[in-house]
């Protein structure tokens, strides 16, 4: 009878736990970098076991992302209005004005240091942020940090000259060998955008008749459960969603779809980027076209080509725009760059930075799935052979623009499709074919152009049918194909 009532023994395995799991530095390092700070020192806080485990580990804090900590922001009313918090500082005449705006991150890093927790960083992100010259001339320079990736896209109250004194200082000749430490700077960019929440806000009844109980499955663990399967299916749908997101933006400077940089970086900024070629790299890059190759002929002798004449070149600037290869012969004259062939200093910086690693090479590397092949040019190099609508571009070998420059009107001329077909030596040096017709559209294309734009032909008046008020493919406000209808 005993016998019967006995229970038979069960095999079955305890479900791991959380400190077992972390303790594998794979899963560790994998995990810890989605994690807030926040997150990780209340974890730390629970057990001497969980702090032995991250205060022992170094790559826990590798990855450090301050734009949510709550004590970096920097959030006052305007100084007009007599805040206290303004008005308290004021009583100091000591504090400066880099002490006054970079007081919450100095803090941070103060109590980062104490924690002997902020020579393990190696990636910062700062977007947003209150973030001094002063502050950042100390992460580029100072020994006591070891930052190889910092992010400072969008911050606020940066005196961007003295960054530049800053980084030129950092890569003088005269520097300290293995100096600087800091290898990538993210600052032209936007700062990375948030995905909305995919999860659904409201549980249905059957999944609110379900227990906490039943999440657990009959071998102690809680894959199984309807619960997990439900996470498992969103986390597909987040997975998702963010291959959507980085398609769309992450990689657009392999997109060739034209202006990159809203705001072109000011010459300041193509100098300083000029010094720090090879030592310290960014999410933008200067332009390689042929005008501002370094081999250019002196004057009163004839240059062939004549890009190459020392009327024709042009100092260093910042690349904003990713084209393709020119329209007629599918290529430029600095040539293509292919990734794992061309030079890391001709390609930028991608966004995001890199979760899982703080090099440049794994900054710079194309995602899966996306082209490798990048062309990048300047506003000035691409000026007067670009079309804003379709991309298009023709390069300098292809097309020689007049001393006169400006935007020249096709005429009686052969299309540039017409061109193309004809033989490769025969039509070089002709007008381009990208001119402004319309203030809102841009430099277009003749094929562009004749799609959009409308004159009449009574008056000779021009519009355009997509910006012009009440304009169709035939009409446009007094004007039309016919004749003026006034």
Same mark, same amino acid.
Request: one cysteine or more.
């Given at each position: ?27 560790? +390092? =994998? ?17 001497? *076991?969980? =702090?032995? #485990? ?9 990855? #450090? ?42 803090? &941070? ?32 320079? =100072? ?45 032209? /960019? ?19 008749? &379900? ?16 619960? %997990? ?9 987040? +997975? ?6 980085? %398609? ?14 809203? @705001? ?21 890059? #200067?332009? !390689?076209?042929?005008?501002? *190759?370094?081999?250019? &002929?002196?004057?009163?002798?004839? %240059? ?8 024709? $070149? ?5 690349? *904003?725009?990713?084209?393709? /290869? ?24 991608? %966004?995001?930075?890199?979760? $899982? ?70 039509? @070089? ?14 430099? !277009? ?5 004749? =799609? ?8 000779? +008046?021009?519009?355009?049918? &997509? ?9 446009? /406000?007094?004007?039309?194909?016919? +004749?003026?209808?006034?």
């Amino acid at each position: 009878m005993e016998d019967a009532l006995q229970t038979p023994p069960h095999d079955y395995p305890l479900p791991t736990t959380l400190l077992q799991l972390l303790s594998n530095s794979l899963v560790l +390092g =994998q995990t810890t970098p989605y994690l807030p700070p926040s997150s990780l020192l209340a974890l730390g806080a629970t057990s001497k *076991s969980f =702090q032995s #485990l991250l205060r022992d580990t170094p790559t826990v804090f590798r990855h #450090l992302d301050l734009t949510k900590v709550k004590s970096a922001q920097f959030e006052i009313p305007a100084i007009d209005q007599g805040g206290e918090i303004w008005r308290n500082v004021q009583l100091d005449e000591n504090v400066t004005e880099d002490d006054f705006y970079g007081g919450p991150l100095q803090g &941070i890093f103060n109590t980062l240091r104490r924690r002997h927790i902020l020579q393990h960083v190696q990636t910062m992100i700062l977007d947003g942020l209150s973030v001094t010259s002063d502050l950042l001339s100390d992460i580029i320079i =100072q020994d006591h940090f070891n930052v190889r990736i910092l992010s400072i896209r969008e911050v606020q109250n940066l005196n961007e000259r003295k960054l530049q004194q800053a980084l030129l200082y950092a890569v003088r000749p005269s520097r300290r060998e293995n100096t600087p430490k800091l290898r990538g700077l993210y600052i032209f /960019g936007p700062k990375d955008t948030p995905l909305a929440s995919r999860y659904p806000q409201k549980l249905d009844d059957v999944h609110r008749q &379900i227990s906490p109980s039943d999440f657990w499955s009959s071998d102690g663990g809680v894959v199984f459960g309807p619960g %997990a399967q439900i996470g498992a299916q969103w986390n597909q749908k987040s +997975g998702d969603t963010l291959a959507d997101e980085l %398609a769309c933006g992450a990689d657009r400077w392999y997109q060739a779809g034209g202006k990159v940089l809203g @705001k072109p970086p000011s010459l300041e900024w193509a100098n300083t980027m000029y010094a720090c070629q090879g030592i310290i790299s960014f999410d933008a890059v #200067l332009c !390689n076209g042929p005008r501002h *190759s370094s081999a250019v &002929i002196g004057e009163g002798k004839l %240059a062939s080509p004549w890009y190459r004449s020392s009327g024709a $070149h042009l100092s260093s600037r910042v690349a *904003s725009h990713s084209i393709g /290869g020119c329209f007629r012969c599918k290529k430029g004259p600095e040539g293509i760059a292919k990734f794992k062939q061309a030079p890391l200093e001709r390609f930028p910086l991608l %966004a995001p930075p890199p979760l $899982h690693s703080s090099t440049v090479k794994a900054a710079k590397t194309p995602f899966p799935g996306f082209e490798d092949k990048l062309l990048l040019r300047c506003t000035d190099c691409i000026r007067s052979r670009f079309c804003e609508n379709c991309h298009k571009w023709w390069c300098e070998d292809c097309y020689e623009i007049s001393d006169e420059g400006g935007f020249f009107v096709p005429g009686s001329t052969q299309s540039w499709e017409s061109n193309d077909a004809g033989p490769s030596g025969t039509e @070089k040096n002709v007008k381009p074919g990208v001119f402004r017709s319309c203030f809102e559209c841009g430099p !277009n294309c003749d094929p562009c152009i004749k =799609q959009t734009q409308r004159m009449c032909k009574i008056c000779g +008046g021009g519009y355009c049918t &997509i910006h012009n008020e009440g304009s169709t493919l035939t009409t446009a /406000g007094r004007h039309a194909i016919n +004749g003026c209808r006034c």
